[in-house]
């Protein structure tokens, strides 16, 4: 770690996220809504651990101004919001999926070009079932894995999980895009600030 990391307080880049990985969806979300009935809500997110520093507000700042520049022409509207544990999500919202990953992509190589890799946690995908009532269900992006998994919160349920259909759902989306083999890593995103969850 050089001088100019101490004095912007950056940390060691410990891990690269796999954004190549990610594009995987814009591909999969024509087969998953024609054969599967599932479809976007139009919500995504990219969840981060933000540092109180100068430097990482300032790239993270750039990255949101970018995705609202850009979505006066993709339609993209931006929301930043914080949890109780620390991370912040920026949810994009835009019925496009193409336009949800393009953003998502944007955000995490920023932060990985600026050193902080380390500090993105994953990427969230809102989608519903329309052969199942419209039940939600959310595809997450492990970042540093480059890996994939479902996670099917029960409506009306709380922090309850369909592990049933999470397991039904790895069947369908194998071919289509590269999960995550474990699945202790397969971790619940209760409270997601994305509709239908």
Known sequence: MGFLDTLFGRTKTVKQVRPDKLFALTTAALDLETAQGIVTTGEAAIVFQPLATGDFTQIADDAEAVLR?????????VERRDDEFGYRWMVLRDPDVDDQVVGVNAVMES???GGYADRVLCAVFALRQTQQG????HLVYLAKR????PFVPVPGAEKER?????LQLRAVLDPLMPL???MDRWYPLWGAPLGGA
Not at 134 to 137: A, T
């Open 180 to 182: 995550e083999p474990e």
């Open 146 to 149: 480059g890996t994939w998994y």
């Open 134 to 137: 419209g039940r939600p269900l």
């Open 111 to 113: 932060l990985q070009f």
């Open 69 to 77: 520049d850009t979505g006066t022409e993709t339609g993209t509207t």
């Open 162 to 166: 369909d592990r049933e259909r999470e």
